[in-house]
């Protein structure tokens, strides 16, 4: 594995919450061929095997990669959805930190085969605003509640 790409386990989102940057052109099991990482493969319920690993890049960003077979099979995607914790998604922008993960893995400028078509930037911040008021939430709440009002259906 490069030095620059470190594979990480048992890793979470800072801020709670992931934001999605893109799919990427390459297949999962190649990039992670490529890198020397072993690959997590796991059972999406009720829509079968997937494959994923966290990559941390040089400058400490974290990225999530995920490739759900099914998506494959049906051609609607042709390699791994990438995610960044949506706090740093605000903080650095998303096309900057697609062009990291270009870089850090090896991939040609057009490596993305999807990328979002909407105002990112807003789409990132309401995702860290809506991390955020469910974490408060959740100091808030008293330890073994669940948030679930009694007899509410």
């Known amino acids: 594995m490069p030095a620059a790409v470190r594979a990480l386990n048992g890793y979470r989102m800072p801020s709670g919450d992931s934001y999605w940057l893109g799919a990427l052109a390459d297949r999962l099991p190649d990039v992670a061929l490529r890198l020397g ?8 319920p009720g829509l079968g095997p997937s494959l994923n690993c966290v990559l941390e890049l040089s400058l400490g960003h974290v990225f999530l990669l995920s490739e759900d077979q099914h998506l ?6 042709s390699g791994p959805d990438v995610y960044v914790d949506c706090g740093l998604a605000v903080q650095i922008g998303s096309a900057p930190l697609r062009t990291e993960l270009l870089n850090g893995l090896g991939l040609a400028p057009n490596g993305f085969a999807f990328v979002p078509d909407w105002d990112e930037d807003a789409g990132a911040r309401e995702s860290l605003a809506r991390a955020e008021a469910f974490m408060a939430q959740r100091r808030e709440r008293p330890s073994g509640h669940s948030g679930i009002e009694e007899g509410a259906t």
């Open 37 to 44: 990482v072993k690959l997590e493969p796991y059972q999406e």
């Open 72 to 77: 494959i099979g049906l051609s609607r995607t």
